[in-house]
């Protein structure tokens, strides 16, 4: 009985470590994304069990098990690798300044949370010069009233359906705008922002929906509005800052896609995997929410903070203006730059059908 369970395990975490490379926009694909860790810390010990099996018999099948493990153990150890303390920075280390530099603090506070002290308490805390919240109702715009005080320029889009938007700031906004990129009930912000020695730079805070049963069927609309802000992102001269929950893992397809086409950079790189989703349950926990930076910035600090009483923790960075590129960023070829339009016309196309 025991060697059967073997197998089953290892064939089910072989195909689970494999199949997120169909590029198939449905959750049940696209879900197995998210553990990579996870599954290579498994396979790793499915891997110690039949070399322990040997032990007992020489035997083919162990071997086979063996090889095929190890190449899966290979292959996510690629993927996860980049997002470890040991990978390539793609953003360099700087000090902190106050005047060239902008400090953010994002968080998906899950809506019916009702521990608005924690997050206000979490704010005073970090004194951050933005703060941007989603999945914020009414209920959550009363419970920060508090913060605007010390945050007088505030952007509310307050609503009951998990996409609500709230966004503090102490910087001048000298440009706002509200968008409905893919879905009419789906909010998200353009903003450009002067920092203290006067440069703007452009923040784009979105947050998209994800790929769910009973809620959306396919990750479509969210790979199409990701990739529709990197190409906004990519043709702003501006130094800019894409933000918030983005419903995706740090080293999945489609992220990687954004990358490419944006040519922004993730902090994550070189730093470690920085987990905020989920909170409760600490042996499923992945990087959902993001803050890119164009090549324009360096990284003082990258902070998960701790838990407010949502199912994510929210994140904290310190970027600054720098005055040479030393960001490493990575380009799309000719194939995923079509590749990207594609998924961004079958987002349009598939809320037109909605």
């Not at 990579?36 to 010990?45: F, S, W």
């Not at 968080?107 to 005073?124: C, D, F, P, T, W």
């Not at 609309?221 to 043709?235: F, H, P, Q, T, Y």
């Amino acid at each position: 009985m025991g060697y059967l369970i073997l197998q089953v395990f290892s064939v089910f975490f072989i195909f689970a470590t494999f199949f997120p490379l169909v590029k198939l926009d449905y959750w049940w694909v696209r879900i197995f994304d998210y553990p990579r860790l996870q599954k290579l810390v498994i396979i790793i010990g499915l891997t110690v069990c039949w070399i322990s099996s040997l032990g007992w018999s020489v035997s083919l099948e162990a071997y086979f098990w063996i090889t095929a493990l190890g190449i899966s153990a290979i292959y996510l150890s690629t993927k996860v690798w980049p997002f470890s303390p040991f990978g390539k920075k793609m953003i360099e280390t700087v000090s902190y300044n106050e005047q060239s530099g902008i400090s953010l603090l994002v968080g998906n506070v899950y809506q019916y949370n009702k521990h608005y002290e924690k997050a206000v308490a979490l704010v005073n805390s970090v004194n951050p010069d933005l703060i941007f919240f989603v999945e914020t109702d009414k209920a959550w715009e009363r419970g920060l009233s508090e913060i605007e005080n010390d945050y007088p320029t505030q952007i509310k889009i307050p609503l009951d359906n998990t996409y609500g938007l709230l966004l503090y700031t102490r910087m001048e906004i000298v440009r706002q705008e509200i968008n409905y990129l893919i879905n009419e009930e789906i909010p998200s912000l353009e903003l450009d922002i002067k920092l203290r020695n006067g440069e703007i730079i452009t923040i784009y805070a979105i947050h998209p929906t994800p790929p769910v049963p009973g809620e959306n069927e396919k990750s479509t609309e969210r790979d199409a509005e990701i990739l529709m802000v990197g190409k906004k992102s990519k043709a702003n001269p501006k130094p800019s800052l894409v933000i918030g929950d983005l419903n995706d893992v740090a080293w999945s397809y489609t992220t990687e896609l954004f990358l490419k086409n944006s040519e922004m950079a993730d902090p994550r790189r070189g730093r470690g995997l920085f987990n905020t989703f989920h909170a409760k349950v600490p042996l499923f926990r992945w990087p959902l929410d993001h803050i890119f930076l164009s090549k324009h910035f360096g990284v003082a600090s990258l902070k998960v903070q701790k838990g407010i009483g949502s199912d994510h923790f929210p994140i904290s960075l310190k970027a600054v203006l720098t005055p040479t590129n030393d960001t490493e960023t990575i380009k799309a070829n000719g194939e995923e730059k079509e590749e990207a339009r594609e998924k961004i016309s079958r987002g349009l196309d598939e809320n037109d059908k909605d």
